[in-house]
């Protein structure tokens, strides 16, 4: 049984490209944290997790949970970048390098394929252990590892090295990213193009006030 969601997305197309574009932040924030602390806080976590595991959502605004405070992290540093605030600047390098994997990702069939193959087999795994169960969390950073790391176009993450090498967390992270990715997706297919970062600013700021 499904549930509505708490707040119907947005129809105006740059709101919903602000939303998705949260979701890459958002991971990029908590690859952030991982990297440094070896914690993230629960909500953007499972928010993230759940969004990956659904490739097929039964709205837009249920991809993210039906509600824009899930992806309030996001939304933060987002808001950050589109008002020209200071920003980590570890956090937009993260982001910004998703939205180019992406593209990457994006032509390359075979790899879409693979990836959708791999998702598939870790839904049934989720449906049986739990979204956010360590062995679901591990497949994704498998998925990740055996398709995205393989592309010239890395994301090399900096930390706390102790952390790094603990363990779960290169599986932890790489499920963060394949997360941002999903997201990036998102954001594509509704429109959202690098350029329109700078040259519609203005029109995302005001679609991030709107969103509150």
Not at 209 to 212: I, M, P, R, V
């Given at each position: 049984?499904?549930?509505?969601?708490?707040?119907?997305?947005?129809?105006?197309?740059?709101?919903?490209?602000?939303?998705?574009?949260?979701?890459?932040?958002?991971?990029?924030?908590?690859?952030?944290?991982?990297?440094?602390?070896?914690?993230?806080?629960?909500?953007?976590?499972?928010?993230?997790?759940?969004?990956?595991?659904?490739?097929?959502?039964?709205?837009?605004?249920?991809?993210?949970?039906?509600?824009?405070?899930?992806?309030?992290?996001?939304?933060?540093?987002?808001?950050?970048?589109?008002?020209?605030?200071?920003?980590?600047?570890?956090?937009?390098?993260?982001?910004?390098?998703?939205?180019?994997?992406?593209?990457?990702?994006?032509?390359?069939?075979?790899?879409?394929?693979?990836?959708?193959?791999?998702?598939?087999?870790?839904?049934?795994?989720?449906?049986?252990?739990?979204?956010?169960?360590?062995?679901?969390?591990?497949?994704?950073?498998?998925?990740?590892?055996?398709?995205?790391?393989?592309?010239?176009?890395?994301?090399?993450?900096?930390?706390?090295?102790?952390?790094?090498?603990?363990?779960?967390?290169?599986e932890r992270v790489r499920a963060i990213l394949l997360a941002g990715i999903r997201f990036a997706l998102l954001w594509h297919q509704q429109g959202g193009r690098r350029w329109k970062l700078v040259f519609q600013r203005g029109a995302l700021k005001k679609a991030l006030?709107?969103?509150?």
């Open positions: 049984m499904t549930t509505s969601p708490i707040h119907r997305a947005p129809d105006s197309p740059t709101a919903r490209q602000a939303l998705a574009l949260a979701g890459v932040f958002q991971a990029a924030s908590l690859v952030d944290e991982l990297a440094r602390t070896g914690q993230v806080d629960t909500r953007p976590w499972e928010t993230l997790i759940r969004a990956t595991l659904d490739t097929n959502p039964e709205s837009f605004e249920a991809t993210y949970g039906g509600h824009p405070n899930n992806l309030r992290r996001g939304l933060e540093v987002l808001e950050a970048v589109v008002g020209r605030q200071q920003a980590n600047p570890v956090v937009l390098r993260y982001g910004f390098s998703l939205l180019l994997l992406m593209n990457k990702l994006r032509v390359d069939n075979d790899m879409m394929a693979s990836l959708g193959q791999h998702l598939n087999r870790i839904q049934g795994q989720a449906e049986h252990f739990g979204t956010t169960h360590e062995n679901v969390i591990a497949s994704l950073g498998e998925a990740y590892q055996e398709t995205l790391s393989t592309l010239k176009t890395r994301i090399v993450v900096h930390g706390d090295p102790s952390m790094l090498q603990s363990r779960m967390m290169p006030d709107q969103l509150g």
